[in-house]
């Protein structure tokens, strides 16, 4: 590959979905064709994220004009001001006369996409010294850039991991000779919880609040609680699995369910990533475990429950009623789960299992995305599911709503993604696990054991 400095030319998809990723390019020159301009003006009305995201772009764009830009030598990318970036050295280009080119392989020579391809090309012609690079999040203009013999990429930058496996899991299997290798040096229990003092080895790399689990007769289910610099301290995890330590009559099936509960029970976590595909019982553990400390423990205020909106199939319409009432057909894992959770109750019969449903329902609230923005949670349990549809900038909206005393739960599968753009490791859930694993606050489970039943179990293997 050539060590020629690069020319970028972006499309619109790119700035719509990072409006700093004109400062993502280090020494390398950035070029803006007229239609992304256009497309950026058609796109800046209204109050989805998108929309958002562009009027930022326009922002920075009007940030580096200034006054007497001069836009034949290019803009030089400076810091936006009150952002925090690591700005490229390039600079920023727009079209400034008539680019195109008639080529036959292109198609429809009025179409956006096809307008981009076309500027690209006619770049490539009037300046060979430089490598020119389409970079768009649209994979089918990246293939026609391909057969036009364009060098085309995705957008790399908005990536939290260069591939999803290796994403952290929170968990760690032990191998037998573990406890060889780190004989506890102190060991003690406090509050009728057994802690041990472990060495730490100088090659081996702990997170807070990560699971450990050593299966056979030695075997051990613990967490880690502090990493020092060299030493660990470790504690033993509570056993949901039996009946007595039940959560709003919940027990955990595997070992994963089971160190998920001990990270939702705990009052001094204040964020959890539960990743799983369907049936591994992420929605009911967290509602099981925000119920036991909304109802019976009195942590929490109430429940605060919310998703993204993104259908699977055909859109439905319009929906009448109030905020709650439109979010109810897309809250059905939470009706769900409720009527598992009151049968689990298992309490008064009909009249006392119809009291329970009212008490829930006064205690479990509904909310919508759309109206988070500057919103602040005191003493709530917030449950984001369908985690894997958020930006990591709707991320950072919902995870900095959270007030004194909140704690918030993330659940999601990254293999079921149904928003435009967002990929594994582009999603905002990717992100929130690889950011907050060194934090002590934060624990996260990947559960892997479907437990919802044997069909189930079968279509998601064989379907």
């Known amino acids: 590959m050539s060590e020629c400095r690069r020319l970028y030319l972006l499309d619109t998809n790119v700035l719509m979905h990072d409006p700093t990723a004109l400062f993502r390019f280090a020494e390398h ?59 490229g050295t390039g600079r920023l280009f727009f079209q400034t006369d008539q680019l195109g080119s008639v080529d036959e392989l292109v198609g429809d020579q009025s179409v956006a996409d096809n307008k981009i391809l076309l500027a690209a090309l006619s770049l490539t012609r009037r300046h060979p010294e430089k490598q020119v690079v389409l970079v768009s999040k649209d994979i089918n203009l990246r293939i026609k850039a391909a057969i036009h013999g364009l060098l085309a990429e995705d957008y790399h930058n908005d990536r939290a991991l260069d591939d999803l496996s290796l994403l952290y899991t929170g968990m760690r ?17 406090e509050d009728g919880r057994t802690f041990y003092r ?18 056979g007769d030695s075997g051990i289910e613990a967490l880690v609680r502090r990493v020092e ?12 699995r039996r009946s007595q330590h039940d959560v709003w009559g919940i027990r955990a099936r595997n070992p994963e369910q089971n160190f998920a509960l001990n990270l939702l029970m705990d009052p001094q976590i204040d964020f959890v990533t539960l990743l799983g595909t369907a049936g591994t019982g992420k929605t009911l553990l967290a509602l099981a475990a925000g119920l036991a400390q909304t109802l019976d423990d009195k942590h929490y205020r109430e429940i605060i429950m919310t998703r993204a909106t993104v259908s699977v199939g055909d859109e439905i319409g319009y929906l009448p009623g109030t905020e709650e009432e439109k979010m109810t057909p897309w ?32 205690r479990i609230k509904i909310r919508s995305l759309n109206f988070m923005r500057g919103r602040t949670f005191l003493n709530r349990y917030l449950i984001i599911d369908e985690a894997q549809n958020i930006t ?21 599968n990254v293999e ?17 696990v690889d950011r907050f694993k060194h934090w002590p606050h934060a624990g996260h489970v990947t559960l892997r054991r479907g437990e919802r039943s044997r069909l189930a179990d079968f279509a998601s293997e064989a379907l």
Request: charged share 25%; hydrophobic share 40%.
């Open 173 to 189: 299997e032990l191998d037998h000779s573990f406890w060889d290798l780190h004989q506890p040096e102190h060991s003690w229990t």
């Open 416 to 432: 079921q993604i149904d928003t435009p753009y967002l990929t594994e490791t582009t999603s905002g859930l990717t992100f929130a």
């Open 29 to 87: 020159d950035v070029f803006l064709p007229m239609i992304v301009l256009e497309e950026l003006d058609r796109a800046k009305k209204g109050l989805s994220e998108v929309a958002r995201n562009v009027r930022q772009a326009s922002r920075f764009i009007g940030h580096l004009m200034g006054e007497g830009a001069d836009l034949e030598q290019g803009l030089a990318l400076t810091e936006p001001d009150g952002l925090k970036l690591k700005v």
């Open 331 to 362: 809250m059905g894992a939470l009706t769900d789960n409720l009527e598992v959770l009151t049968e689990a109750d298992g309490h008064g019969g009909e009249w006392g299992r119809a009291a329970t449903n009212d008490l829930l329902a006064s």
């Open 392 to 412: 990591p900038k709707q991320m950072k909206t919902l995870v900095t709503r959270a007030g004194p005393g909140t704690k918030i739960i993330c659940l999601g």
């Open 198 to 215: 472990i060495r730490r080895g100088d090659e081996e790399d702990w997170h807070p609040n990560q699971c450990l689990r050593l299966a």
């Open 229 to 240: 610099e060299h030493q660990v301290i470790l504690e033993v995890a509570r056993d949901y």
